[in-house]
């Protein structure tokens, strides 16, 4: 029998560890969507076209994807405290790198070296909180880690669109360099310097190189087959489908593997984890594309646009607590169906916009966007994680946050690549801006109805789950993803 575990109170000293790691939530909440108010702007500083503007995104999310779960496991080798801080440092110095960066590709290697950062900073958050703070504490630690991943995700769009306004693009990258450069001192004088936990334990090194490879070659195949290099796409698709071969054999006989692939031979856990993915790829392909509509069909400047934006996570911020504890209640397979089906409505009714649409429309349909992610996202996590023995919470935790940033990354890389066939060659070989505002809005129109096809085949998924009460709770864990 469990003994029950007794609110308390955190001390001032637990209080300021959990804000030193929620700085590192926050600041990966504020640069997953303060970037792409800015795509716009940064287009028309380096006259690039649409699709080579997007790998500004890219870059950053394969190597996020890539690097979450190595850095998870690097922590339990080397130490919490030491690679979190060190993380941090990364994350800061290709933030500086990144608002000093004179061409666009120097600015696509300061974000690949800044993501590497950001994995090491996502990937520990959570397990430096159940490992310094009692156990009565951590569900308010989780929450207020959530709290500060929403706040940043939802002043991302604002913040962006008033630096870049008022300043410049670059100032979206500094303003990360105070919050980075505080949270290393007080992280330095605060956070206790444990023994590792698994010193003896091995980084399956191979297994991050194929997957940096597979991933990477998916997305150049994606964002390019409506180039002129379509030739060296379809061949770089040929080579991801064979390092991902290459991937799932060699977890599958690796001894200390990134991903135990025997996880997958629950039906339930592997489409719930597919789902994961999808609810991500219609909200990232929406906040991608969003911006330009906005500046560029509608003429708005992007301070506004950023204001606009907002929609989409307040939308996700008053729906995921609700939904979290609804679905330990009634169980999580209606409310997943219910937000995938949330989130479709809301993308036809996005495949209507023009050129003569209210922004008050566009804000309302963002918003119930926002709300079916919401709905679906929280019982997802629950749902995911119920399928795990307790053993392979772990693991099962770091593969959500992969499949979730999974979704980001070909979110971004097919939405460019259906608006580039809609519009032929002009968006991968021109910059947008040079584009009648008529051409672009029909050509988001055709991408916005293939996201709301995503979204179905989420929902489609899920009727094939079999789902059980497993008693898992999604109190105090952070529930959005970006």
Same mark, same amino acid.
Request: net charge neutral; with cysteine.
């Given at each position: 029998?469990?003994?029950?575990?007794?609110?308390?109170?955190?001390?001032?000293?637990?209080?300021?560890?959990?804000?030193?790691?929620?700085?590192?939530?926050?600041?990966?909440?504020?640069?997953?969507? #303060?970037?792409?108010?800015?795509?716009?702007?940064?287009?028309?500083?380096?006259?690039?076209?649409?699709?080579?503007?997007?790998?500004?995104?890219?870059?950053?999310?394969? #190597?996020?994807?890539?690097?979450?779960?190595?850095?998870?496991?690097?922590?339990?080798?080397?130490?919490?405290?030491?690679?979190?801080?060190?993380?941090?440092?990364?994350?800061?110095?290709?933030?500086?790198?990144?608002?000093?960066?004179?061409?666009?590709?120097?600015?696509?290697?300061?974000?690949?070296?800044?993501?590497?950062?950001?994995?090491?900073?996502?990937?520990?958050?959570?397990?430096?909180?159940?490992?310094?703070?009692?156990? %009565?504490?951590?569900?308010?630690?989780?929450?207020?880690?959530?709290?500060?991943?929403?706040?940043?995700?939802?002043?991302?769009?604002?913040?962006?669109?008033?630096?870049?306004?008022?300043?410049?693009?670059?100032?979206?990258?500094?303003?990360?360099?105070?919050?980075?450069?505080?949270?290393?001192?007080?992280?330095?004088?605060?956070?206790?310097?444990?023994?590792?936990?698994?010193?003896?334990?091995?980084?399956?090194?191979?297994?991050?190189?194929?997957?940096?490879?597979?991933?990477?070659?998916?997305?150049?195949?994606?964002?390019?087959?409506?180039?002129?290099?379509?030739?060296?796409?379809?061949?770089?698709?040929?080579?991801?489908?064979?390092?991902?071969?290459?991937?799932?054999?060699?977890?599958?006989?690796?001894?200390?593997?990134?991903?135990?692939?025997?996880?997958?031979?629950?039906?339930?856990?592997?489409?719930?984890?597919?789902?994961?993915?999808?609810?991500?790829?219609?909200?990232?392909?929406?906040?991608?594309?969003?911006?330009?509509?906005?500046?560029?069909?509608?003429?708005?400047?992007?301070?506004?646009?950023?204001?606009?934006?907002?929609?989409?996570?307040?939308?996700?911020?008053?729906?995921?607590?609700?939904?979290?504890?609804?679905?330990?209640?009634?169980?999580?397979?209606?409310? #997943?169906?219910?937000?995938?089906?949330?989130?479709?409505?809301?993308?036809?009714?996005?495949?209507?916009?023009?050129?003569?649409?209210?922004?008050?429309?566009?804000?309302?349909?963002?918003?119930?966007?926002?709300?079916?992610?919401?709905?679906?996202?929280?019982?997802?996590?629950?749902?995911?994680?119920?399928?795990?023995?307790?053993?392979?919470?772990?693991?099962?935790?770091?593969?959500?946050?992969?499949?979730?940033?999974?979704? %980001?990354?070909?979110?971004?890389?097919?939405?460019?690549?259906?608006?580039?066939?809609?519009?032929?060659?002009?968006?991968?070989?021109?910059?947008?801006?040079?584009?009648?505002?008529?051409?672009?809005?029909?050509?988001?129109? #055709?991408?916005?109805?293939?996201?709301?096809?995503?979204?179905?085949?989420?929902?489609?998924?899920?009727?094939?789950?079999?789902?059980?009460?497993?008693?898992?709770?999604?109190?105090?864990?952070?529930?959005?993803?970006?």
């Amino acid at each position: 029998m469990h003994e029950p575990v007794t609110r308390q109170r955190m001390s001032p000293k637990d209080l300021m560890i959990v804000i030193v790691i929620s700085l590192g939530s926050f600041m990966a909440g504020l640069d997953a969507t #303060i970037v792409n108010i800015a795509l716009p702007s940064i287009a028309r500083a380096f006259d690039v076209s649409t699709v080579t503007a997007s790998w500004v995104l890219n870059a950053y999310l394969i #190597i996020l994807v890539s690097l979450l779960l190595a850095a998870s496991r690097l922590g339990d080798i080397k130490g919490y405290r030491r690679v979190f801080l060190t993380g941090f440092v990364i994350f800061t110095a290709g933030s500086a790198l990144c608002g000093l960066a004179p061409t666009i590709d120097i600015l696509i290697l300061s974000r690949m070296l800044q993501a590497i950062g950001g994995a090491i900073i996502a990937a520990l958050g959570a397990v430096m909180v159940t490992s310094y703070l009692a156990l %009565s504490l951590r569900g308010q630690a989780l929450g207020i880690v959530a709290m500060f991943t929403m706040l940043g995700a939802a002043l991302g769009p604002v913040v962006g669109g008033f630096l870049t306004s008022a300043f410049s693009w670059r100032f979206i990258f500094y303003v990360n360099l105070p919050v980075g450069i505080l949270a290393i001192v007080l992280g330095l004088y605060l956070l206790p310097s444990l023994s590792p936990v698994a010193p003896e334990a091995r980084l399956d090194l191979p297994g991050v190189a194929l997957i940096f490879v597979a991933l990477g070659t998916l997305i150049y195949g994606l964002t390019s087959l409506q180039g002129a290099a379509a030739m060296s796409a379809v061949l770089a698709l040929i080579v991801s489908a064979t390092f991902w071969a290459f991937f799932f054999f060699r977890e599958r006989r690796a001894a200390e593997p990134l991903i135990d692939m025997r996880l997958f031979s629950n039906r339930s856990f592997s489409l719930q984890n597919v789902s994961v993915m999808l609810i991500q790829m219609g909200m990232a392909g929406v906040m991608v594309l969003m911006p330009f509509f906005l500046e560029l069909v509608k003429q708005l400047p992007t301070d506004t646009a950023g204001t606009v934006l907002l929609a989409l996570p307040i939308g996700m911020i008053l729906t995921s607590p609700i939904a979290g504890r609804f679905s330990d209640v009634i169980g999580t397979k209606k409310p #997943i169906i219910i937000g995938f089906a949330l989130c479709a409505v809301a993308l036809f009714f996005l495949s209507t916009l023009g050129p003569q649409t209210s922004v008050g429309h566009v804000g309302i349909y963002l918003f119930l966007l926002g709300a079916g992610t919401g709905v679906a996202y929280a019982p997802l996590n629950s749902a995911v994680m119920g399928e795990s023995a307790p053993k392979d919470r772990g693991t099962t935790s770091g593969l959500i946050k992969m499949m979730t940033n999974l979704g %980001s990354a070909l979110g971004v890389a097919l939405v460019m690549l259906v608006a580039a066939a809609a519009l032929g060659p002009k968006l991968a070989d021109a910059s947008a801006h040079a584009i009648p505002p008529a051409e672009l809005a029909g050509a988001f129109d #055709i991408t916005f109805l293939f996201l709301m096809g995503v979204e179905i085949l989420g929902m489609v998924l899920m009727l094939f789950v079999k789902e059980k009460m497993n008693g898992y709770t999604t109190d105090g864990e952070p529930v959005a993803g970006f």
